[in-house]
C-alpha cells in the first residue's frame, strides 16, 4: 500500500512538473507573441504616419497641379488673344497701306 501511495505521489510530482515546464514554455511563448505584437503596432504606426504625409504632399501635388493648368490656360488665352490682335493690325496696316498707295499713285 506504501509503495501505491509512493508511486501516486511520484506520478503526481511528474505531472506537476510537466505542467510547470509547459506553463513555462507558454509563458515564453506569451511574452515573444507580445514582443512581436508591438514591434508590429510600432510598425503600423510609422506605417501610418508615413502614409498620412505622403497624402498630405499629394493633396498639396493636386492643388498646385490644378493652379498650374489655370495659370496654363490663362496664358493660352492670353497668346490667343495677343495673336488675334496681331492679325487685326496687320490686316489694318495692310488696308492702310492698300488706300495709301491707291490714294497716291493710282488716283491721279
Do not use: P, W
Amino acid at each position: 500500500m506504501e509503495d501505491l501511495h509512493r508511486q501516486t505521489l511520484l506520478e503526481g510530482r511528474a505531472a506537476l512538473i510537466r505542467t510547470s515546464d509547459s506553463l513555462s514554455r507558454s509563458k515564453t511563448i506569451a511574452i515573444e507573441t507580445e514582443e512581436i505584437g508591438t514591434a508590429t503596432i510600432r510598425d503600423l504606426d510609422a506605417q501610418t504616419e508615413t502614409l498620412l504625409r505622403t497624402r498630405g504632399r499629394l493633396v498639396n501635388t493636386d492643388y498646385e497641379l490644378s493652379r498650374s493648368r489655370q495659370l496654363l490656360r490663362m496664358a493660352q488665352r492670353t497668346l490667343l488673344a495677343n495673336k488675334v490682335l496681331l492679325i487685326l493690325i496687320i490686316i489694318l496696316e495692310t488696308c492702310i497701306l492698300g488706300t495709301s498707295i491707291y490714294l497716291k499713285f493710282l488716283r491721279k
